[in-house]
């Protein structure tokens, strides 16, 4: 089959626009948050003697621990964002 360029023009130009034409929907996306978690290692020490501090509470935000006998903590921070 032979066609002239002319009508090879119109049938791209029909496909295009059938293509292109129409109603879109589009679907809302829920806005995506990122979580990081932290860990947060030390000793509290008592600045004058330099002991360790045992039963002390370490607080970052609202994330708290209690040092253990030998003055050290373990603190999990999870920030949202």
Do not use: Q, W
């Not at 293509?19 to 990081?36: F, K, L, Q, R, Y």
């Amino acid at each position: 089959m032979n066609k002239s360029p002319r009508s090879m023009g119109a049938l791209m130009l029909a496909v295009l626009a059938a293509s292109c034409g129409g109603s879109s929907s589009t679907t809302p996306v829920a806005p995506t948050t990122t979580t990081m978690a932290s860990t947060f290692v030390g000793t509290v020490k008592n600045i004058v003697t330099g002991t360790s501090v045992g039963g002390a509470t370490v607080t970052i935000g609202t994330t708290s621990a209690t040092t253990g006998i030998d003055g050290t903590y373990s603190l999990e921070v999870t920030a949202s964002g």
